[in-house]
């Protein structure tokens, strides 16, 4: 069965750091791009940062000024999102997506998506 599993979210504090984990099972994770995607509530899921199959190229989108890292260990078939200095726009759940190319992922066009993880910045 393919699938991810995302884990790392919860309640921080306006100002905080929450680290993101996307761990996949079923399938290897360096043959995709991975993405990490979110959709706050009564709002349109859309991108936030994407990570190429080979960890080298890494696409942000403007919102995340320099405050979120995308990372990769195809070891350990994980996909990492850490988040600093989380704002209350933030609070969203949180998405990862496998996407056949770095461009693709971009788009938002991933052919397996995990179930979500709920992150809330709130003082």
């Known amino acids: 069965q393919l699938q991810f599993v995302e884990s790392g979210g919860g309640l921080v504090q306006p100002g905080g750091s929450l680290r993101l984990s996307c761990q996949a099972s079923?399938?290897?994770?360096?043959?995709?791009?991975i993405g990490w995607f979110r959709q706050a509530p009564g709002k349109e899921r859309k991108g936030v940062s994407c990570i190429s199959k080979d960890r080298y190229s890494t696409n942000y989108q403007d919102f995340t000024k320099g405050r979120f890292t995308i990372s990769r260990d195809n070891a350990k078939n994980t996909v990492y999102l850490q988040m600093n200095s989380l704002e209350p726009e933030d609070t969203a759940v949180y998405y990862c997506?496998?996407?056949?190319?770095?461009?693709?992922?971009?788009?938002?066009?991933?052919?397996?998506w995990g179930q979500g993880t709920q992150v809330t910045v709130a003082s």
């Open positions: 079923g399938f290897t994770l360096d043959t995709y791009a």
């Open positions: 997506a496998a996407a056949t190319s770095l461009s693709a992922c971009v788009l938002g066009d991933g052919n397996f």
